[in-house]
């Protein structure tokens, strides 16, 4: 089992830039898929990014790519998720989750990650 407390979230002018932290608990966190997702208010969770075990797969949703790095430290047992050139639409609950299930091919989907974060509030003002 693991758990999973996000951080970094916060109020920023669009074109700024944010880095997210999650931060993750017990001595696996290698064995683990992470990924990033986010939920705006009257939407669904969508995929933001995702880095397989030992980073080797990395996968961003089409929207972001060039704007979102997703990187993991396993001596810290952290994932984190660089946004740069923010806009008022990335604006969201940002959740961080993991899997030691997954295969490549479900990285993207939010329904096959087992353990989820809190979130953590980001919001790009215009």
């Given at each position: 089992?693991?758990?999973l407390v996000?951080?970094?979230g ?8 944010l ?10 966190f290698s ?5 990033w997702?986010r939920q705006?208010?009257?939407k ?14 990395i996968y961003?949703a089409?929207?972001l790519?060039g704007?979102?790095t ?8 952290t994932v984190?998720?660089?946004m740069?050139s923010l ?5 969201a609950?940002y959740?961080c989750?993991?899997?030691s299930?997954l295969?490549t091919?479900a990285m993207r989907?939010p329904?096959?990650y087992?353990?989820w ?5 980001v919001t790009?003002?215009?």
């Amino acid at each position: 089992q693991v758990q999973l407390v996000e951080s970094g979230g916060g109020l920023v002018q669009a074109g700024g830039s944010l880095r997210l932290s999650c931060a993750a608990s017990g001595r696996t966190f290698s064995s683990y898929v992470m990924g990033w997702f986010r939920q705006a208010p009257g939407k669904e969770r969508e995929f933001v990014a995702s880095i397989s075990r030992g980073g080797a797969y990395i996968y961003y949703a089409d929207s972001l790519k060039g704007r979102f790095t997703i990187s993991r430290d396993s001596g810290k047992n952290t994932v984190y998720l660089q946004m740069n050139s923010l806009k008022p639409e990335d604006t969201a609950v940002y959740y961080c989750a993991a899997d030691s299930q997954l295969t490549t091919a479900a990285m993207r989907s939010p329904g096959e990650y087992h353990y989820w974060g809190q979130g953590t509030q980001v919001t790009v003002s215009s």
